[in-house]
């Protein structure tokens, strides 16, 4: 019931005021009194109109009121409090042959429930209406007592997102009341004239609006309301995407006065690696090479994306950029997301650089505790100049004093909060490299990757041989199995990828190694090992599985998607993945990438199994049809939209509250705009704005 005194429904029973009112606040993002103003309804009720109770139907959702005639507690089927209510005496068709009537059912219910419906006792009811047993009834009704003639509200009833043992009472009135209390909360931080001129409604008319709509709006206003593009939520998203830009700039001026190493490099450790490479640089290389060195020589923190399709050669612009930085006698940190990749950057480096008297610490979670201390030792005591690992490099308080450049491989795999903990690291000094070969979307270009400097490799190595790709139903799996045997047994190499099991990382284990046991029954007799990789495999074993591979002792490789990113054996030339139709593009697009890497032809069959859904089909038909990556992101983001590009589900945390990146991505645009003139013209109010909108959450946003 709206701003109601006593309300008897469980919830609020359950959770009085105050006590640990702050910590169920704070689950809903609310850190502060101020933030209630913006905490926003999902949807409304209407209690502004009471139906009569002869004129309730079936179907419809009402408000109606009537006088209790029983209550009493029925076992069956189950337990439940059972009330039935008719009109008051005296009104609405009392005492004529026909007598409404409505039953209140309750499944779950408080003895202050049962009691509260004593007959006789008038109560306001609200809920939905469906066809019961002795006709209509409604079951679990908001429901109070009320004295006759209890005025009624005049707005639309807000339902917040809540948290449990929070109820909609409870939230109703303190978000009314952190509303009232304080009239600076609902004031305008922009100026009168940019707000008409930018034609928005006035903060404190859109808040307003939002929280306490007017009944019986008309149906094309409760339909904007309702799908979020009325312009009281229009006022609301775009103050959200200006905060965020606001906040990026100030982000981005902060980076700009901060003083970074310079890293002039000598050249010596450069040239020796370019000469002792066994190829020449692409012209795209080159370029990328020399935006980079020039970064690195400037006094401002570089923070530069580095983007290139798989198998552009990101790796070793990013081994000639550490190398400058080691030249100038500072300390690089190379990480990767998965320690396969890290693992692998690690051993490409000590082959490139054999012998310049470099030394490289590799550092992973799960090494040794003693390889692991003198790894740390050796980079602490600044000895080691170089470290390569997964993230795990910057936990536990790894210490690089002389840190002067970071390198963070297949950034989109680490996403926003993990970009957040690499800066809050006190990493702030150091020159940044970020790689991917996801290109990121305009909107996230123009939002959270805003401050970033962005280097294309958009050039290929040349002696590619395409990949050829062929969609194979799993009905004829048998001829792939052989058609593989015939390529290993003439010496060809082959990944053969598990089918992906979201839901079960033991599952999907099983059947690695099942088909592992299914492979090397086929291959029987003919001399072709089978080897195994999956995520479960202790470092070491991953390592000697991945070098038996390198080697060619293994001639086909079962692994499930741990060989996802990043993987370099260039005698591998073919790619089998089972159930294809269960992966992303992204990840299609990457399993693919680890094949067509040297001279020989090179095959992807992707195994997919009948019915496929839509998106399946929709998925498959782009992978088939492209083999440029930033096409095939492209096609991605049509299908998927950008969201789950910023890793925000793993973080779990929203990244806007109101605006939707990809629907309101005009609105970015203009808020971007907007940013520019209002820090123009008014400082103190843009200040005041970020204040109201990220004055509780900050961090998270800068990230
Ligand atoms: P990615 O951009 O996907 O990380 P890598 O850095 O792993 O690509 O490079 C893919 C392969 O291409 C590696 O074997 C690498 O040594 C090789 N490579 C890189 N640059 C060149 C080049 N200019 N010419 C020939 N091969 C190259
Ligand atoms: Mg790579």
Same mark, same amino acid.
């Given at each position: 019931?709206?701003?109601?005194?006593?309300?008897?429904?469980?919830?609020?029973?359950?959770?009085?005021?105050?006590?640990?009112?702050?910590?169920?606040?704070?689950?809903?993002?609310?850190?502060?009194?101020?933030?209630?103003?913006?905490?926003?309804?999902?949807?409304?009720?209407?209690?502004?109109?009471?139906?009569?109770?002869?004129?309730?139907?079936?179907?419809?959702?009402?408000?109606?009121?009537?006088?209790?005639?029983?209550?009493?507690?029925?076992?069956?089927?189950?337990?439940?409090?059972?009330?039935?209510?008719?009109?008051?005496?005296?009104?609405?068709?009392?005492?004529?042959?026909?007598?409404?009537?409505?039953?209140?059912?309750?499944?779950?219910?408080?003895?202050?429930?049962?009691?509260?419906?004593?007959?006789?006792?008038?109560?306001?009811?609200?809920?939905?209406?469906?066809?019961?047993?002795?006709?209509?009834?409604?079951?679990?009704?908001?429901?109070?007592?009320?004295?006759?003639?209890?005025?009624?509200?005049?707005?639309?009833?807000?339902?917040?997102?809540?948290?449990?043992?929070?109820?909609?009472?409870?939230?109703?009135?303190?978000?009314?009341?952190?509303?009232?209390?304080?009239?600076?909360?609902?004031?305008?931080?922009?100026?009168?004239?940019?707000?008409?001129?930018?034609?928005?409604?006035?903060?404190?008319?859109?808040?307003?609006?939002?929280?306490?709509?007017?009944?019986?709006?008309?149906?094309?206003?409760?339909?904007?309301?309702?799908?979020?593009?009325?312009?009281?939520?229009?006022?609301?998203?775009?103050?959200?995407?200006?905060?965020?830009?606001?906040?990026?700039?100030?982000? *981005? =001026? @902060?980076? %700009? #006065?901060?003083? $970074? &190493?310079?890293?002039? !490099?000598?050249? +010596? /450790?450069?040239?020796?690696?370019?000469?002792?490479?066994?190829?020449?640089?692409?012209?795209?290389?080159?370029?990328?090479?020399?935006?980079?060195?020039?970064?690195?020589?400037?006094?401002?923190?570089?923070?530069?994306?580095?983007?290139?399709?798989?198998?552009?050669?990101?790796?070793?612009?990013?081994?000639?950029?550490?190398?400058?930085?080691?030249?100038?006698?500072?300390?690089?940190?190379?990480?990767?997301?998965?320690?396969?990749?890290?693992?692998?950057?690690?051993?490409?480096?000590?082959?490139?650089?054999?012998?310049?008297?470099?030394?490289?610490?590799?550092?992973?979670?799960?090494?040794?505790?003693?390889?692991?201390?003198?790894? *740390? =030792? @050796?980079? %602490? #005591?600044?000895? $080691? &100049?170089?470290?390569? !690992?997964?993230? +795990? /490099?910057?936990?536990?308080?790894?210490?690089?004093?002389?840190?002067?450049?970071?390198?963070?491989?297949?950034?989109?795999?680490?996403?926003?909060?993990?970009?957040?903990?690499?800066?809050?690291?006190?990493?702030?000094?150091?020159?940044?490299?970020?790689?991917?070969?996801?290109?990121?979307?305009?909107?996230?270009?123009?939002?959270?990757?805003?401050?970033?400097?962005?280097?294309?490799?958009?050039?290929?190595?040349?002696?590619?041989?395409?990949?050829?790709?062929?969609?194979?139903?799993?009905?004829?799996?048998?001829?792939?199995?052989?058609?593989?045997?015939?390529?290993?047994?003439?010496?060809?190499?082959?990944?053969?990828?598990?089918?992906?099991?979201?839901?079960?990382?033991?599952?999907?284990?099983?059947?690695?190694?099942?088909?592992?046991?299914?492979?090397?029954?086929?291959?029987?007799?003919?001399?072709?090992?089978?080897?195994?990789?999956?995520?479960?495999?202790?470092?070491?074993?991953?390592?000697?599985?991945?070098?038996?591979?390198?080697?060619?002792?293994?001639?086909?490789?079962?692994?499930?998607?741990?060989?996802?990113?990043?993987?370099?054996?260039?005698?591998?030339?073919?790619?089998?993945?089972?159930?294809?139709?269960?992966?992303?593009?992204?990840?299609?697009?990457?399993?693919?990438?680890?094949?067509?890497?040297?001279?020989?032809?090179?095959?992807?069959?992707?195994?997919?199994?009948?019915?496929?859904?839509?998106?399946?089909?929709?998925?498959?038909?782009?992978?088939?049809?492209?083999?440029?990556?930033?096409?095939?992101?492209?096609?991605?983001?049509?299908?998927?939209?950008?969201?789950?590009?910023?890793?925000?589900?793993?973080?779990?945390?929203?990244?806007?509250?109101?605006?939707?990146?990809?629907?309101?991505?005009?609105?970015?645009?203009?808020?971007?705009?907007?940013?520019?003139?209002?820090?123009?013209?008014?400082?103190?109010?843009?200040?005041?704005?970020?204040?109201?909108?990220?004055?509780?959450?900050?961090?998270?946003?800068?990230?």
């Amino acid at each position: 019931m709206p701003r109601a005194k006593a309300a008897a429904t469980p919830a609020a029973k359950r959770a009085p005021p105050g006590a640990g009112l702050a910590e169920k606040l704070a689950k809903l993002g609310i850190a502060r009194e101020a933030d209630l103003v913006l905490h926003m309804p999902l949807r409304y009720e209407d209690h502004t109109r009471l139906t009569p109770l002869r004129d309730v139907k079936v179907g419809e959702t009402v408000q109606t009121e009537g006088v209790v005639a029983d209550t009493d507690i029925a076992y069956r089927p189950r337990r439940q409090l059972v009330s039935r209510i008719e009109p008051a005496p005296g009104e609405d068709g009392q005492g004529r042959e026909w007598r409404a009537q409505l039953t209140l059912r309750f499944f779950s219910f408080y003895p202050s429930q049962q009691k509260a419906l004593q007959p006789g006792a008038r109560v306001r009811v609200y809920g939905d209406v469906r066809e019961g047993y002795f006709g209509p009834e409604i079951v679990h009704p908001q429901f109070r007592v009320v004295a006759p003639g209890a005025p009624l509200p005049d707005r639309l009833t807000p339902v917040y997102p809540t948290t449990a043992g929070l109820s909609q009472e409870t939230l109703r009135s303190v978000i009314a009341r952190a509303i009232a209390a304080d009239a600076s909360r609902t004031r305008d931080t922009l100026p009168e004239e940019l707000v008409r001129r930018w034609r928005q409604w006035k903060f404190g008319d859109a808040v307003e609006f939002l929280h306490h709509p007017p009944p019986r709006l008309p149906a094309i206003a409760q339909k904007s309301l309702d799908a979020r593009t009325h312009p009281a939520w229009t006022r609301l998203k775009f103050d959200e995407l200006l905060a965020q830009q606001l906040s990026m700039k100030a982000h *981005r =001026e @902060a980076r %700009a #006065s901060r003083r $970074a &190493p310079v890293l002039t !490099g000598t050249g +010596a /450790l450069t040239s020796a690696l370019l000469a002792r490479l066994p190829f020449k640089l692409t012209r795209a290389q080159q370029r990328v090479v020399r935006e980079i060195a020039h970064d690195l020589k400037r006094t401002t923190p570089m923070q530069r994306l580095l983007q290139g399709d798989v198998g552009s050669g990101k790796t070793v612009v990013a081994a000639l950029a550490a190398l400058q930085a080691v030249e100038s006698g500072r300390q690089v940190a190379f990480m990767a997301p998965t320690e396969i990749l890290a693992e692998q950057h690690y051993r490409k480096l000590a082959v490139w650089l054999e012998g310049s008297g470099v030394p490289i610490a590799w550092l992973s979670g799960s090494l040794p505790a003693k390889a692991r201390r003198e790894a *740390r =030792e @050796a980079l %602490a #005591s600044g000895a $080691a &100049p170089f470290a390569v !690992g997964t993230h +795990a /490099l910057f936990q536990e308080g790894v210490e690089m004093p002389k840190l002067g450049f970071v390198i963070v491989d297949e950034q989109h795999r680490f996403g926003v909060a993990q970009r957040l903990a690499l800066r809050g690291k006190g990493l702030a000094e150091a020159h940044q490299l970020m790689m991917s070969a996801t290109p990121i979307p305009r909107t996230l270009a123009m939002t959270f990757y805003a401050d970033l400097d962005v280097s294309v490799l958009d050039e290929m190595p040349p002696g590619r041989t395409p990949v050829a790709t062929r969609l194979v139903n799993q009905k004829r799996r048998a001829e792939i199995v052989a058609w593989v045997g015939k390529l290993a047994s003439e010496g060809r190499q082959a990944y053969w990828v598990c089918p992906l099991i979201e839901e079960s990382e033991k599952l999907e284990l099983q059947t690695a190694v099942a088909l592992h046991a299914e492979l090397t029954a086929a291959y029987a007799g003919t001399g072709i090992a089978v080897g195994l990789i999956h995520g479960r495999l202790k470092p070491d074993e991953k390592a000697a599985a991945m070098q038996a591979f390198i080697e060619g002792r293994t001639g086909v490789l079962v692994a499930t998607t741990v060989i996802e990113v990043g993987v370099d054996v260039p005698n591998a030339s073919v790619m089998v993945i089972e159930h294809a139709e269960r992966f992303g593009l992204a990840q299609l697009h990457q399993l693919r990438g680890r094949v067509g890497r040297g001279s020989t032809e090179s095959t992807c069959v992707l195994l997919f199994e009948e019915p496929l859904t839509d998106t399946a089909k929709a998925r498959l038909r782009v992978i088939y049809e492209h083999h440029d990556g930033f096409e095939i992101a492209r096609q991605d983001l049509l299908i998927r939209g950008p969201g789950e590009f910023l890793g925000a589900r793993q973080s779990g945390e929203p990244l806007l509250r109101f605006a939707d990146l990809e629907r309101d991505a005009p609105m970015i645009e203009q808020a971007r705009d907007a940013a520019d003139e209002l820090l123009r013209r008014d400082p103190e109010a843009a200040k005041a704005h970020v204040e109201r909108w990220l004055g509780g959450r900050q961090e998270f946003i800068k990230a």
